[in-house]
């Protein structure tokens, strides 16, 4: 049995910033209720940057793969020429899917309804029997998505035409990113191949999940377990070495302190020690050791709206989250890494991608079914309205498991969904070891 929830009415309040307290909430109306998903749809993905793929997913021209970016279906492709292009995935004849399969490489894309063909520059190159429509016939081509911008091989599209560009959108989320890319010396890769899952759950839950620094120790015991098993030492200060950072527009991270990233996952052999290591220095010499110290700290970054990276340097996992419904949403995963990596270190990166991540790994189902016991206890949402996000609140510093990075993220939301202003919430700036910058700035345009 379903109630319908009412209309918000002005005065509706989806979020209890309280700064004298102080102390945040959030109203769990925002989860379940369809009016609410309705304008997120309009109001967030019809208005902002949205992750596409990454370009390494495209390794030669005529490269294809379809996916759904905010709803719409979408071919994500190189031309013919090797760049980038996103189409809308609808013939413009009479709307049938012009291309079904989720990846390939094809010179034309040819619609199964009436055989219309397109090229990968997205031109109608052939019509069937196209003397019936008249010489003056205007052949339509493909429709594309207002804006389509990279930024070091992570590719975003908007369906708003008046965006800000991408770099601006961004923010302070571009520094963290850097770190991630500079990983490679020749470029990091997106593998072939993905996790998918879903989870009946609201989407935002999975975005507060995916930077949570304070779930880890209670959800995560038996992946913890795991490891401490396999002979790794974790102690609790290297673990607790974090901060929670608001990057503007709405994006965040929880950030680990130098050494934190790769404390996670099995033991590597001495050998495979010794590869990690040399690779840092050679980072070191090129970046300079403040910037470094940064890379090996583990961060989770939520780029506002959907898109997760998630760097703790033994692994890299980008994450898309659907929504598809108020209490039901679809992810995408996949695993980025340093491609010149030896044989270890790769296997050590895979091991973890499935034993950390994986939808049937030692992590990742302990979180959805969190995500879903709080989905099915929304049902008393009316009785119980308000979900509380304040940690951290009053603290000169927030710390990876307080929760500044969430308050940043919905108070965009509130901005975009209800035109709900919030000021920046104030905080002493992070101590220099989180801050250390590149030594040698280099040109990063669309090269990974
Ligand atoms: S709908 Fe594609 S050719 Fe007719
Ligand atoms: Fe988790």
């Known amino acids: 049995m ?7 009415t002005e005065a509706f309040r989806f979020i209890d910033d309280d700064r004298e307290s102080p102390r945040f909430r959030v109203n769990r109306r925002a989860m379940v209720d369809p009016e609410v998903f309705d304008r997120e749809r309009d109001r967030i993905f019809g208005q902002v940057w949205l992750y596409v793929g990454h370009e390494t997913e495209l390794s030669k021209p005529h490269d294809f793969k379809t996916r759904d970016v905010a709803g719409r279906p979408v071919i994500f492709a190189r031309d013919k020429a090797g760049a ?8 413009p004849h009479r709307g049938a899917m012009i291309c079904r399969e989720p990846a390939g490489n094809a010179r034309f894309m040819t619609c199964f309804y009436h055989g219309w063909s397109f090229n990968t520059s997205g031109k109608l190159v052939s019509v069937p029997g196209d003397t019936s429509y008249g010489p003056g016939f205007q052949r339509p081509g493909l429709a594309s998505p207002a804006r389509l911008d990279s930024y070091r091989g992570f590719v975003f599209i908007s369906f708003n035409p008046d965006v800000e560009d991408l770099v ?8 963290f990113l850097d770190l991630v890319c500079d990983q490679s010396e020749v470029g990091m890769q ?3 191949g993905t996790h998918e899952y879903s989870v009946k759950a609201n989407w935002k839950l999975l975005v507060e999940n995916s930077y949570d620094g304070y779930h880890a120790v209670s959800t995560h015991q038996r992946y913890f377990e795991m490891v401490t098993a396999s002979g790794v030492e974790l102690d609790a200060a290297t673990l607790g ?7 503007g527009n709405g994006h965040g991270a929880s950030v680990g302190g130098p050494g934190t990233g790769g404390v996670f996952g099995r033991p590597l052999s001495q050998a495979g020690e010794a590869e990690k290591e040399e690779r840092f220095e050679g980072f070191r010499t090129k970046y300079g050791g403040a910037w470094v110290d940064r890379m090996t700290g583990a961060r989770n970054l939520v780029i506002f709206p959907n898109l997760v990276v998630i760097d703790l340097v033994m692994g890299v996992v980008i994450r898309k989250i659907d929504p598809i419904r108020p209490d039901y949403m679809e992810v995408t995963a996949w695993e980025m890494v340093p ?14 991608f499935l034993t950390f991540w994986g939808p049937g790994g030692l992590a990742s189902p302990d979180d959805v079914e969190a ?18 996000v304040s940690r951290g609140m009053s603290s000169p510093v927030a710390l990876g498991s307080d929760e500044l990075q969430m308050r940043t993220w919905w108070r965009r939301w ?3 969904v209800n035109d709900r202003e919030h000021p920046v919430e104030p905080h002493e700036p992070p101590s220099a070891r989180f801050r250390g910058e590149r030594a040698e700035l280099q040109e990063q345009t669309t090269a990974g």
């Open 2 to 8: 379903t109630q319908t929830p009412t209309a918000p």
């Open 371 to 388: 995500l879903e016991t709080c989905q099915r206890s929304f049902a008393a949402h009316r009785e119980l309205e308000w979900s509380d």
């Open 241 to 247: 070495d974090s901060i929670g950072v608001d990057l």
């Open 168 to 175: 601006d959108y961004l923010a302070e989320a571009k520094e």
């Open 339 to 352: 491609p010149e990596e030896g044989e270890e270190l790769k296997k050590q990166r895979l091991d973890n």
């Open 84 to 91: 980038i292009q996103v189409w809308i995935n609808s013939c």
């Open 190 to 192: 997106v593998l072939e």
């Open 414 to 416: 509130d901005q975009l």
